[in-house]
């Protein structure tokens, strides 16, 4: 991959993963290649879900799906139970937690992702994305009125401007 030859890459990713069905390192690079540099990331779902059904835990193919979900599929509750399930081995996992906290974004839950991003941001105080993005929660806030108000409502007014990061 490191050539940029991303379709030979992707048929070696493919013999490896026919030759071992559950090597781990093929199933992970082949997703991330389908879905980022090839821009398909729904190709990139059997090959994660086969990942995770071997290696649960795997953190960085439960980020991958769950951006995937979120971003691609519009399916938020699958990307929760992928932030959380990373979270649940790791509670200050700073790209699971941020990935959670757009999660109630989408829902339109402004306080809580309010709450949520602050949390994250003092665990992770380097990460400017995170600094961004409680940026533009709280201006989106100050537009539609009080926090409280805001939970009650539900409303959902980020348009895409929150994405969650890889």
Not at 13 to 22: M, R, S
Request: aromatic share 6%.
């Amino acid at each position: 991959m490191d050539d940029k030859d991303y379709k030979n890459a992707e048929m070696w990713f493919t013999k490896a993963i026919q030759e071992k069905p559950v090597f781990r390192s093929a199933l992970f690079n082949i997703a991330l290649l389908l879905s980022t540099e090839l821009q398909s990331p729904l190709e990139a779902v059997p090959y994660l879900q086969q990942l995770l059904k071997h290696y649960p835990d795997h953190h960085k193919g439960l980020i991958l799906l769950g951006d995937i979900y979120l971003n691609n599929m519009q399916d938020i509750d699958g990307a929760e139970k992928c932030f959380a399930k990373v979270l649940e081995t790791d509670r200050n996992h700073a790209q699971a937690r941020h990935n959670l906290c757009v999660v109630y974004v989408e829902r339109g839950e402004l306080a809580r992702a309010e709450r949520c991003l602050s949390s994250v941001l003092r665990i992770a105080p380097q990460e400017e994305y995170i600094r961004n993005h409680l940026g533009i929660v709280r201006a989106k806030i100050n537009d539609l009125g009080t926090k409280s108000e805001l939970d009650a409502r539900h409303l959902n007014p980020t348009n895409g401007a929150l994405k969650v990061e890889l």
